[in-house]
């Protein structure tokens, strides 16, 4: 084994996509448009426009990515690859 290469969603940190993701992968939405209808539906607000959904994500990201927390068990893993290259 020459290196062991992470993800962060659901590997590292608990983080679960939803639908409007498979939306984005499957061409229907851009990448932007999904994180709008993703804070819509969480709001409960199908009329919120955009650049208000926009500031609104761009909060939840800020506050999301301050209480990230690894799971219990990274560090022991990460001290049993610590000889190898990781990514």
Do not use: I, N
């Amino acid at each position: 084994m020459r290196g062991v290469l992470f993800d962060v969603d659901d590997t590292l940190v608990d983080h679960a996509e939803d639908r409007h993701l498979h939306r984005h992968l499957t061409g229907e939405l851009t990448f932007q448009e999904q994180r709008r209808a993703r804070v819509r539906d969480m709001l409960g607000a199908a009329d919120l426009d955009d650049a208000t959904a926009d500031a609104w994500f761009a909060g939840y990201t800020e506050r999301f990515e301050a209480a990230w927390a690894a799971y219990d068990d990274v560090a022991s893993v990460l001290d049993l690859l610590a000889s190898h290259d990781l990514a």
